[in-house]
T-cell receptor, first 114, second 115 residues
Framework: DGGITQSPKYLFRKEGQNVTLSCEQN?????MYWYRQDPGQGLRLIYY???????QKGDIAEGYSVSREKKESFPLTVTSAQKNPTAFYLC?????????????FGPGTRLTVL | AQKVTQAQTEISVVEKEDVTLDCVYE???????LFWYKQPPSGELVFLIR??????QNEISGRYSWNFQKSTSSFNFTITASQVVDSAVYFC????????????FGAGTILRVKS
């Protein structure tokens, strides 16, 4: 089945640690995105990538980093510089970075800082 | 700047009632797309509909219907004869040309359908 997988489903981090969230898609989509969801605030864009080896910052990129070495993969690292990382993280992909392409979402990773 | 407002934070209805979820948007773009997504308790967002700024026809898909009115910058979503399985968070979203295919999301409306 084609789709987007995210792992792990739940992640616990101690303060000061970096953690990496995995996102893989087998939809052959060019564009991939990372969103953060906080209660009552909807989704906010962290980073996005339109093609391999290229990515751009979204609205709340501070304290996060990404890489796009393969078309299928777009891992997100939450660094110790992110002051309030506890949130639900959603990865998405779309066929191309065009206005008419809907984004498909993965199941999400819930990150909790202990 | 792009903005999506979903003024209804939470709605509770009894099964078989009709319910309308409101979405009002602001955009600087002349060409744009609007979306509705459903987020069930599992967390994954499910795409429901896409509407472009040039097409103001209403759309119906089973029990779901959408009313797009450019004059009032609204894109409302109606569920007819609601069911318990419709309980979820519903998000309205708007494209932002400045950031490729970036979506600007509203805060979401929690819909609770009681049996």
């Amino acid at each position: 089945d084609g789709g987007i997988t995210q792992s792990p489903k739940y992640l616990f981090r101690k303060e000061g640690q970096n953690v990496t969230l995995s996102c893989e898609q087998n939809l052959n989509h060019d564009a991939m995105y990372w969103y953060r969801q906080d209660p009552g605030q909807g989704l906010r864009l962290i980073y996005y990538s339109q093609i391999v080896n290229d990515f751009q910052k979204g609205d709340i990129a501070e304290g996060y980093s990404v890489s796009r070495e393969k078309k299928e993969s777009f891992p997100l690292t939450v660094t110790s510089a992110q002051k309030n990382p506890t949130a639900f993280y959603l990865c998405a992909s779309s066929r191309a970075s065009g206005l008419y392409n809907e984004q498909f979402f993965g199941p999400g990773t819930r990150l909790t800082v202990l | 700047a792009q903005k999506v407002t979903q003024a209804q934070t939470e709605i509770s209805v009894v099964e078989k009632e009709d319910v309308t979820l409101d979405c009002v948007y602001e955009t600087r773009d002349t060409t744009y797309y609007l979306f509705w997504y459903k987020q069930p308790p599992s967390g994954e967002l499910v795409f429901l509909i896409r509407r472009n700024s040039f097409d103001e026809q209403n759309e119906i898909s089973g029990r779901y219907s959408w009313n797009f009115q450019k004059s009032t910058s609204s894109f409302n979503f109606t569920i007819t004869a609601s069911q318990v399985v419709d309980s979820a968070v519903y998000f309205c979203a708007l494209t932002d040309m400045e950031y490729g295919n970036k979506l600007v999301f509203g805060a979401g409306t929690i819909l609770r359908v009681k049996s």
